[in-house]
């Protein structure tokens, strides 16, 4: 039932983007570029086909909607990770004790070495 209901949701998505597509735009007409007026404008047109299609298809689109929403909100959410045994940590090792003093810390070979600039002595304040 799922399945079904998604694949009429696109199919349904599909058909309503090109029977959008297709229309032409109210005034559209060439005066209405020049700010004329169109035929739309003193009152309501005549319905066509294409113009039902899409209030039917809108209609069609907005119910599958609703109804993959009620039923994804029935499904029970599951996890891969469900019937997974749980992991084991690692056995934690023991550091070796050292006798010796720690090292000096190396420096890359790649790090570019600071330049150490002589201290000079502050001069003394005036009194």
Do not use: C, D
Not at 74 to 101: C, D, V
Not at 112 to 121: E, N, R
């Amino acid at each position: 039932m799922f399945i079904a209901l998604v694949v009429l949701h696109v199919l349904t998505s599909v058909v309503l983007v090109l029977v959008v597509l297709l229309q032409s735009g109210r005034g559209a007409e060439l005066g209405a570029a020049f700010g004329g007026v169109g035929q739309s404008t003193f009152g309501r047109t005549q319905a066509t086909f294409i113009s039902k299609l899409t209030t039917g298809l809108a209609v069609l689109f907005m119910a599958t909607s609703l109804g993959l929403s009620l039923i994804a909100g029935e499904r029970p959410s599951q996890s891969i990770l469900q019937g997974a045994p749980p992991a084991q940590a690692p056995a934690a090792t023991q550091p070796e004790p050292s006798s010796a003093a720690p090292a000096a810390p190396t420096v890359p070979a790649t790090a570019t070495p600071v330049p150490v600039l002589p201290q000079t002595a502050a001069p003394a304040p005036a009194k």
